[in-house]
Every structure is written in C-alpha cells, then in structure tokens.
C-alpha cells in the first residue's frame, strides 16, 4: 500500500539550532551556522554565534525536553553585508539550520571580503502627485503639484533620499504605463 502525506510541507533542510549548539563545546560560541532558507542567494549569508543561553527546566520538569528555547545572539552577515548582531531566539525551532564545518569557514569569509556591495539607490526629494490628487489640489487653489517622499529606513537597506544638490538614479513616475490595448482607451480622458 503506498505511503499518502497528510498536512503541510515545509521546505526546511538541516536541524534545529539548539540541537546543533547543545553538541558543540561551549555551545557553539565562535561557530558559523548557515540557514538553508539564505543559500539561494549568490551572495554568501551566514551566522557567526556570539552567545547561547540555553533555558533549562526552571523547576518546572520535562518542560524543555527537546532543547528548543534559549537565548541566542549571533553575527548576521546577509548576502555579504554585515547586518550586526541579532537574536535567534525566535527561529531556533525550525529544522533550517547547518553547522558550517572548521575547514569550510574560510571560504565562507574570502566570499564575504569579496562580494560586492549592492548598489545604493538615491531616491528623488520630491515626486508629482497622482492626478486625481492633483486636479483636487487645483480645484482648491493650491499651486504645489509635487509630494515630498518620504521612506522608511529600516525597510530599504540598500536605497536613501537625495541630499540637496545630489542626483538622483531612481525615477518616481506615476502611472501605469502603456495598455496592452490601447484602442480600449481611445477617447477616454
């Protein structure tokens, strides 16, 4: 009789954090992991674990059996870039996780001193508004017909707004573009 799968898949390949750290001597502190979720990109990504608190039973038995809670912080170095030091102790459940071996580290770090950053987007100060904001705006007498941008840092990593007098290398355009079929829209206004 053959096998039929019930319920969700994932696409997760390796182990669990903390079964990885609790196998390594002073759980894994100096160590490099790699998600495989962050292997699809060219550029190289991994972990560098710089503390690990396991949480014990706290008195309270048979609570943490599986060693899947604690306090991790680790290095985050994503797609060549250094993000900083970040805490994993929100995803060392899942099944995602692979010890980078002490011979490979080296390669990992001569891909990481030789990725290229990414370029930086500069975005424009101002952009015009959409039309039907516009036509409002002078219906009420208002002469501006440009919206300052505005933009979220922490969002766009590799993107910033314009200083004064600097360029621009991002175009903000309103609009949808050419139609597929523009006899559709002969006449319309």
């Not at 994993?88 to 290229?116: G, M, N, P």
């Amino acid at each position: 009789m053959p096998y039929v799968q019930v319920g969700r898949t994932h696409s997760f390949l390796g182990k669990r954090l903390w079964e990885i750290l609790c196998s390594l001597q002073d759980f894994g502190v100096g160590r490099m992991v790699v998600r495989s979720r962050l292997e699809r990109y060219p550029e190289v990504s991994y972990f560098r674990i710089v503390s690990a608190e396991p949480q014990m039973d706290q008195g309270r038995p048979h609570m943490d059996e599986d060693n899947m809670r604690g306090k991790v912080l680790a290095e985050q170095i994503f797609r060549g870039k250094n993000m900083g030091i970040v805490n994993l102790s929100k995803t060392s459940y899942k099944t995602d996780f692979r010890l980078i071996h002490k011979h490979e580290e080296a390669k990992y770090l001569q891909k990481a001193e030789e990725s290229i950053p990414c370029d930086v987007k500069i975005f424009p100060q101002t952009m015009e508004m959409p039309p039907l904001l516009k036509m409002f705006a002078e219906r009420e007498g208002h002469s501006a017909t440009t919206l300052k941008v505005n933009m979220n840092a922490s969002k766009y990593n590799n993107s910033r707004i314009a200083k004064d007098g600097e360029t621009p290398n991002v175009n903000l355009s309103i609009g949808l573009g050419s139609p597929a079929s523009p006899e559709l829209y002969e006449g319309v206004l």
